[in-house]
């Protein structure tokens, strides 16, 4: 498995010393989880793909839940949410034209992340639905999100630049971006990278951050 550096910063920020038995089995299980989901990847298969016994895994990890959910919790504490949250503040300082030119800025900045951190999202997007304490973890680290400073941006830029006022309310808005955004991501790169080709993104990207700048803007229809 390549070594991703959110796979690093998991193993040198663990509380406790992972052995490298550990480390094989957590890397082929990251692997194996993304590849085929959680419920399809057998214990037998981590045990292959990290060159130990099946015994070893169990005695490193009791069940297969429990090693899923080892992983899940780093990840999201260790490398998600980190991830996200980088260079977030540096795109929130510097000035912008409109709305669109923060949006192409704010996507480019975060198509490099996902891309690297692939295996990760794709993990926890196949199992939010079934593990509720997955949801636990992401509802928590979800609320520590500079959620408002971006909207409080937004208002900013559209007070500057005498763009026409949008009628959403900073609640209105985040929940506009974040629905748009991480549909972009699950649906291109995660769900039918295939049909996207990879070369396209950037240029996908800047579309969609048109379609979101133009859509904030009042554009309610007159009373006839």
């Known amino acids: 498995m390549e070594e991703y550096s959110w796979l690093k910063n998991i193993f040198d920020n663990d509380a406790v010393k992972i052995t490298d038995k ?16 959680y419920a399809a990847a057998s214990t037998r298969e981590i045990a292959q793909k990290a060159g130990v016994s099946e015994a070893s895994v169990f005695k490193l990890f009791p069940t297969k839940k429990d090693l899923m959910l080892w992983i899940t919790e780093r990840i999201i504490k260790t490398a998600l949410f980190p ?9 929130l300082e510097k000035s912008y034209k409109n709305r669109e030119d923060f949006f192409i800025a704010f996507l480019e900045n975060r198509i490099n992340l996902i891309q690297e951190g ?9 199992e939010i639905p079934f ?5 636990a973890m992401l509802f928590e680290q979800f609320k520590k999100m500079p959620l408002k400073k971006i909207a409080e941006k937004l208002n900013m830029i ?10 959403f309310n900073e ?5 506009i971006v974040i629905s748009c955004i991480s549909g972009f991501f699950v649906f291109r ?28 803007t009042n554009t309610k229809e007159k009373d006839l």
């Open 189 to 216: 790169v995660m769900m039918f990278p295939e049909i996207f080709p990879e070369s396209q993104i950037k240029n996908d990207a800047e579309i969609l951050a048109r379609f979101i700048s133009r859509g904030l």
């Open 83 to 91: 991830f996200v949250l980088s260079g977030i503040q540096e795109l």
């Open 131 to 135: 593990q509720p304490e997955i949801r």
């Open 158 to 167: 559209q007070t500057n630049f005498a763009e026409i006022k949008s009628d």
């Open 118 to 126: 692939l295996p990760l999202f794709k993990i926890l997007i196949q």
């Open 22 to 37: 550990q480390k094989s089995v957590i890397k082929a299980a990251i692997e194996l989880f993304s590849e085929k989901g």
């Open 171 to 175: 609640t209105d808005i985040i929940k």
